[in-house]
């Protein structure tokens, strides 16, 4: 799950109702239409950090391994009408600048501040 969708789970559990609440599992996450592979986000992170590389090492007797993980959202879209605000594109960018002032020293509850006030800026 990434940074975003953190911040979208929190403000609609906040303002959902306690009888939504208890009944059942809720998954807050990307668009089905916003699936990426495991390869496709360590490249999008390692390019927006402007360092690091990806290797692939080729693995023999590979056990079985799903070849898609996603979690369905449409309960919390149907019922909540919870949808997230910002793309995986965008989500990934904004992950990646905060590990960046993370890893440079800098303060990252200033970067933290300023995310989540561009977060609520952006979208209804």
Known sequence: ?????????????????KS???????????????????????????????RGQIDISPTYNQLHEANLLQLNCDKAGQLLGWFPRWGVDQTLKFTADWY??????????????AQVTDYFGSGA
């Open 1 to 17: 799950m990434y940074w975003s969708h953190y911040r979208d789970t929190y403000c609609w559990l906040r303002s959902c109702s």
């Open 20 to 50: 939504l609440l208890n009944g059942g599992a809720w998954n807050f996450g990307p668009q089905a239409s916003e699936t990426r592979t495991v390869e496709d986000v360590a490249r999008a992170i390692v390019g927006h950090l402007g």
């Open 100 to 113: 960046k002032e993370y890893m440079m020293g800098n303060d990252v509850a200033k970067v933290s501040w």
